[in-house]
């Protein structure tokens, strides 16, 4: 299946700043990333589709100013958290896939905001 | 907006037993499919059923899509330690590539021996 690789796979930041997360497909180009959040036993909640060449969507609820998603080639989607605050803890996963069918889902990266 | 169900949140069992885990969807789905993420790891894709009425079978896994394409079920026969993790269904209600998945609220399972 296809591999697709996060950076960093954690991270630890002080409130109020901001933090950058790298999503890559290394395998195969990717027009469409996916971005989701999950807090503790529970589901993957999804945050915005990330389409290369022009702007992401975001889901209802989700703030575009404060989740900024870049993806400016077919390999790399990144995902901004700006002045990030101790509720935006979370585990931050993205996926793509080649198909209609399955999606690969990256490590994930596990963010503490102190 | 769309929101998709499971049940039993949480399950424990004793390794030999089955499993079962539901999933339901307040709207029609195009398909279904079912992940399943260990402790502290990613979701990983076990299987994706289209037609009403598919009955798909992996070894001891049996998924199952309803007839409505509203439901479906994962079914464990004889659960081992290895089968420990959450498992998700994810629907979907286009088929396009772009098109989103909605994750259910997971069924943690549990094997002792």
């Known amino acids: 299946g296809a591999v697709v690789s996060q950076h960093p796979s954690w991270v630890i930041c002080k409130s109020g700043t901001s933090v950058k997360i790298e999503c890559r497909s290394l395998?195969?180009?990717?027009?469409?990333m996916f971005w989701y959040r999950q807090f503790p036993k529970q589901s993957l909640m999804l945050m915005a589709t990330s389409n290369e060449g022009s702007k992401a969507t975001y889901e209802q609820g989700v703030e575009k100013d404060k989740f900024l998603i870049n993806h400016a080639s077919l390999t790399l989607s990144t995902l901004t958290v700006t002045s990030a605050h101790p509720e935006d803890s979370s585990f931050y996963i993205c996926?793509?896939?080649?198909?209609?069918?399955?999606?690969?889902f990256g490590p994930g990266t596990r963010l503490t905001v102190t | 907006g769309q929101q998709v169900m499971q049940i039993p949140q949480y399950q424990h069992v004793q390794e030999g037993e089955d499993f079962t885990t539901y999933c339901n969807s307040s709207?029609?789905?195009?398909?279904i499919q079912w992940y399943k993420q260990r402790p502290g790891g990613h979701p990983v894709f076990l299987i994706q059923?289209?037609?009403?009425?598919e009955v798909k079978k992996q070894k001891r896994l049996t998924f199952q899509f309803g007839e409505a394409k509203k439901n479906s079920s994962l079914h464990i026969t004889a659960t081992q330690t290895t089968d420990v993790g959450t498992y998700f269904c994810?629907?979907?209600?286009?088929?396009?590539?772009?098109?989103?998945?909605?994750f259910g609220t997971g069924t943690r399972l549990q094997v002792t021996l």
């Open positions: 996926s793509t896939g080649t198909t209609v069918y399955e999606q690969y």
């Open positions: 395998d195969f180009q990717a027009t469409t």
């Open positions: 709207t029609t789905l195009s398909n």
């Open positions: 994810a629907g979907r209600l286009n088929t396009g590539t772009a098109s989103k998945l909605t």
């Open positions: 059923l289209v037609k009403s009425g």
